[in-house]
């Protein structure tokens, strides 16, 4: 039996986006496999809208995309003169005011921001090329799961540019300053084998195996009750900015506040 969020269809699909919702699983999905999932504008504020309108009810979202390929990075035609209709061009970006061009880039980069809120855990299902934007769109989620055939590449400093989808600090956690710095500069192809490795990605499985792998990782995900993952999510992710010390406090305090409330006794 289909259920409810089922039989409404998506809940967002647009601007090569599409939202879906069954239960407590949300899946987003790159939905223009001609263009290899091209970014644009308009599809960062799709990833935006997605993240807005997710159900309370939501545990664990997907990343996928349809096709060969993950997302070949940015739309080549925001490089033209001309640019993209109804889109600033480069040109224009470049010529707009200090605040202006920082709040354009603030704009673009909210579409990639929400995938580590400590109340979802995401899972990027990663194949073939992820270049570019699509690098730190499949960094934005907490894991990544890939394709034998996936390949990595941050090509910004190629074309004169930096990584300014929030890509740097994952990338930076992920595999440590010398190797983030290398993989920038170069611009070279991380495969699948090197990215489990390197700790760039959880998993690596046939092609053909990719969807039934995320799966099982949302299903084990699942398991585990829905707060002590939240308050685990948290930890982790606030360790870096604490001493060892406010750490261990900090860990108390999660602690307290697990047994308050299996005891009944929360706020």
Request: hydrophobic share 45%; proline share 4%; aromatic share 6%.
């Amino acid at each position: 039996m289909a259920s409810p969020a089922q039989d409404l269809g998506p809940v967002l699909d647009k601007d090569g986006v599409r939202l879906t919702v069954d239960d407590a699983i949300a899946t987003v999905t790159l939905t223009n496999p001609a263009k290899r999932n091209a970014q644009s504008p308009a599809m960062w504020r799709a990833f935006a809208e997605a993240g807005r309108q997710l159900p309370g009810s939501v545990r664990v979202v997907v990343l996928r995309a349809e096709g060969r390929s993950f997302s070949a990075g940015l739309d080549r035609q925001m490089f033209t003169p001309e640019g993209i209709e109804g889109e600033p061009t480069f040109v224009d970006l470049a010529r707009s005011a200090d605040g202006e061009l920082d709040a354009s880039i603030a704009e673009f980069q909210e579409g990639f921001t929400w995938w580590r809120r400590s109340d979802i855990v995401s899972i990027a299902a990663v194949q073939g090329h992820a270049i570019g934007a699509g690098f730190q769109l499949a960094l934005a989620c907490d894991l990544r799961v890939v394709a034998d055939d996936v390949q990595f590449a941050m090509r910004e400093t190629s074309l004169g540019l930096v990584p300014d989808l929030t890509g740097t600090y994952p990338l930076l956690s992920l595999v440590g300053y010398a190797r983030a710095l290398e993989i920038c500069a170069t611009g070279r192809a991380v495969l699948a084998e090197e990215s489990v490795t390197i700790g760039l990605a959880n998993l690596a499985v046939p092609g053909d195996q990719l969807d039934a792998a995320v799966k099982d990782l949302a299903s084990a995900l699942l398991a585990a009750p829905r707060d002590a993952v939240i308050e685990t999510k948290a930890l982790l992710r606030g360790a870096h900015g604490r001493s060892y010390d406010d750490q261990r406090a900090a860990e108390r305090a999660a602690q307290a506040r697990r047994l308050r409330d299996l005891a009944g006794l929360g706020e």
